[in-house]
């Protein structure tokens, strides 16, 4: 079981924290939703830049959003130009340090701001993959999507041909269903049983006038 976090204006209205059998950041924002019916409408009204915190660290770009999560997923919006998560920039000031030791000009000052630039610049990106998803997830009749979502980068799931994509739904649901196949048999089956079954045969025979042998039959 993995444990979801919601932080801030996206979890108004829902549960902080969620426990669910997923594998992914994607999966668990597909759970969501199929539990709440408006939590990716919600997500994409707010237009805010996301901090993915997966076991404790943070995403590095949209490919993340498919990796294997362990323990912990924590969403946390953060509105561009306002305060950036602190952790995730001291991280990144650590890496700085660790890989960039030899070009020891570098003040303190000018660390963070290069790592506030890049911490910044990766939940943008962040962002947007969230919103293509998003986007991939909620379906044309949604009434989120009337004016936000868009098919430019990604058309409608198809599940009517050979090797196209299948949603993967949770929770119980009522679903309709699309005929695959139609196949029709007859085979002549008339052998006089229906006959049989309501006569009583006698030992009598007697020729016919094309030749041959009949059984008289006595109604019972």
Known sequence: MVTVFLEGQIAAGLERQWQLKVRTVADALRAIHANTGHFLGTVIKHKNHYVVMVDGQPLEN???????????????????????YWPAIKAMIAFLGKYWVAYAGWSAGTQLLVAALIVIGGYAL?????????????????????????????????????GMPVPIAYGRLMAGSKVISVSLSSADKSN???????????????NLKEGGAMVTREIL
């Open 192 to 206: 006089d049983s229906f006959i049989r079954e309501g006569l009583k045969f006698s030992a009598t025979s007697t």
């Open 62 to 84: 949209t490919t993340s959003l498919y990796k294997k999560v362990k323990k912990s997923i924590h969403l946390i919006p953060i509105i561009a130009g306002a305060i950036v």
């Open 126 to 162: 962040i962002s947007y993959g969230i919103h293509l998803l998003v986007e991939s997830i909620m379906g044309k009749d949604d009434p989120n999507t009337v004016s936000t979502t868009s098919y430019v980068f990604r058309g409608p799931e198809n599940v009517t041909e050979q």
